[in-house]
């Protein structure tokens, strides 16, 4: 048997759930690290040496679906990890450029801005992913409550106007 027939079958059993759960064939991995690294699906089924449709095929797949999202979660790990390092350099920097006011530091703060800005936007997705992660339970107490419960509650307790009857309501819902 021929190398490339052995590995369709093994797709074929994969695909057909023969496999252990989250393994994938050598052309899946080839697959998905060459999406990680590409513009597109039609580039990475290229790099791959697969077919579009097997690669759109294979994007559907739950195993490849998985090896994806935990290859982007790595991702953005290890870019959090180094912009964390590069945050404490571009403080030390902004704490010379605020200290040194005769020099000019345009170029060296606009670095410094784009460091922490992106460093903010990799905490706010660690955070979110926390708290997607997180029981519904602990992120909203409220949730085990109806919308009528919800209701009832804030108008007993007189805070806010929820757009009732009162004089001074447009007919609107807020």
């Not at 699906?41 to 579009?52: C, L, M, Q, T, Y």
């Amino acid at each position: 048997m021929g190398r490339k027939r052995i590995e369709r079958q093994g797709e074929q059993m994969a695909e057909n759930g023969r496999n252990w759960p989250g393994s994938l064939t050598p052309r899946q991995q080839r697959f998905v690290e060459a999406l990680l690294e590409s513009a597109g699906v039609a580039e990475a089924a290229r790099r791959a040496g697969i077919g579009e449709r097997t690669a759109r095929r294979y994007l559907k797949q739950p195993g490849v679906q998985a090896a994806i999202l935990e290859a982007q979660q790595a991702r953005v790990e290890a870019l959090s990890r180094e912009l964390q390092q590069i945050a404490g350099e571009s403080l030390a920097v902004l704490r010379q450029a605020l200290q040194d006011k005769s020099a000019h530091w345009s170029a060296r703060l606009r670095a410094v801005n784009i460091a922490l800005t992106q460093l903010l936007r990799v905490m706010e997705l660690v955070d979110l992913e926390r708290r997607v992660q997180m029981p519904d339970a602990q992120e909203r107490p409220f949730a085990h409550l109806s919308d009528a419960e919800l209701y009832r509650i804030i108008r007993e307790s007189g805070e806010g106007d929820l757009g009732g009857d009162d004089d001074e309501s447009d007919g609107g819902p807020y």
